[in-house]
């Protein structure tokens, strides 16, 4: 954090680290983590081929969690490092306002998601029946 600190001051300030000093470094713990909230960060990363920006909308209880998502999904899909992102801003969003379908479909209060590969147990053996069933086990619930 304060590489990139001083990083941004650089390039907004024009205050170099030798003219500047950090006197306290302090994380800000989030309210409340038990509900799940809408993320968006704006960020610049550098490809091989120039710069980008780019707009993110992530679903996460914490900011940490979001921004853990958005490193990991950069390294996934465009091979970005961490080194090569710089977040600009990252806000909390209203579910109006959402922009990306993928965060869209998972916003319903009735959402289910299933189960694919959820076997049926067998029900009990009754004392005279057979221990092994003679149908393959259905994949539904």
């Known amino acids: 954090a304060k590489s990139r600190f001083w990083y941004f001051m650089k390039r907004l300030q024009k205050l170099k680290r030798a003219n500047g000093e950090i006197l306290s470094v302090v994380e800000v713990p989030n309210k409340s983590e038990d509900t799940v909230k809408n993320y968006g960060m ?20 914490t900011v940490t969690s979001a921004v853990e998502k958005m490193y990991s999904e950069m390294a996934g899909q465009h091979r970005v490092r961490w080194g090569n992102i710089q977040i600009i801003s990252v806000d909390e969003i209203e579910a109006e306002n959402i922009r990306r379908n993928h965060i869209t479909e998972v916003m319903g209060e009735n959402v289910k998601f299933p189960l694919p590969f959820a076997f049926q147990h067998a029900k009990k053996v009754i004392q005279t029946g057979s221990r092994y069933q003679a149908r393959r086990p259905s994949m539904a619930l």
């Open 42 to 61: 704006w960020i610049r990363w550098r490809s091989r081929t120039g710069i980008h920006n780019s707009w993110r909308e992530y679903r996460s209880n």
